[in-house]
């Protein structure tokens, strides 16, 4: 394809992700991940040998940039966002001259008879639109081998008690496919909870000092017209089997 087909494949979809395709193009996705999660994630500058599993991919960033990164094999899996808008990463992975592999599965069908098991799992930005988030980390951890990246909404920081909150409607970001914020003590407990033996927080958006001032000032009732504004954050979370 060339450059100025290329353009015109690109401006046919719907985009997620802003992905650099080459020859100049990228795609005008509303969520940028080169400055806004990558940075964030400790993904492994090396990940040659490694068979990485990309859970809900959407457009596919993160699958493709595991493969640049050296994975061996890569597998990109999705359902909601795959039923009507797979094109967009189907002519993604066709412009980069990709290799990532695809399977349409919901998160609650994964295990490894289905799809084996792999070295890395991204779990990026989809924990929080499930309705049962434990028994989703049950299924997460079946097709872990070894090492889980796990990307979330927090939302009750200001308590240290494992705490979710439950949204009936479209509480979070007025989207109604959003289920439950855990706290970063709730992440780690279920990560603890489906299998895994070791956790570690990489990055929070917010200064933890953020939350302790955030804190203080809820014990104030007057503020607490500003406490959805104060617990919300976005976590990045390692756990291994
Ligand atoms: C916020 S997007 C995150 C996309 C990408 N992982 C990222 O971090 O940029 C959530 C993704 O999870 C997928 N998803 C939501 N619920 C799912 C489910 N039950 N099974 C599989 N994928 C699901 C959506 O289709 C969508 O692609």
Do not use: C
Request: a neutral charge; aromatic letters at 10%.
């Amino acid at each position: 394809m060339d450059r100025d087909q290329l353009r015109l494949e690109v401006e046919k979809h719907e985009w997620f992700h802003t992905i650099d395709l080459g020859q100049g193009v990228t795609t005008p996705g509303r969520n940028d991940p080169r400055n806004q999660t990558l940075p964030r994630l400790g993904l492994p500058e090396d990940l040659s040998n490694k068979t990485v599993l990309d859970i809900g991919a959407w457009d596919g960033f993160f699958s493709f940039e595991a493969e640049r990164r050296g994975a061996r094999r890569v597998l990109a899996t999705d359902s909601h966002a795959w039923w009507s808008r797979k094109p967009a990463f189907e002519l993604a992975r066709r412009a980069l001259d990709s290799r990532v592999e695809d399977f349409d599965i919901d998160v609650m069908e994964l295990s490894p008879d289905k799809i084996g098991t792999f070295d890395v799992v991204l779990f990026l930005g989809v924990l929080y639109h499930l309705r049962h988030p434990l028994l989703a980390l049950e299924k997460v951890f079946s097709v872990t081998a070894d090492h889980l990246i796990l990307e979330t909404v927090t939302d009750l920081t200001w308590t240290s008690y494992p705490a979710m909150r439950f949204y009936p409607g479209n509480e979070l970001a007025g989207d109604e496919s959003n289920w439950f914020g855990p706290n970063p003590a709730a992440v780690v407990g279920m990560l603890k909870a489906a299998g895994f033996t070791r956790t570690k927080i990489v990055s929070s958006r917010y200064r933890p000092l953020l939350h302790r001032i955030g804190r203080a000032i809820l014990r104030r009732d007057m503020y607490k017209p500003f406490w959805p504004a104060i617990q919300n954050d976005r976590i990045v979370v390692h756990a291994w089997r």
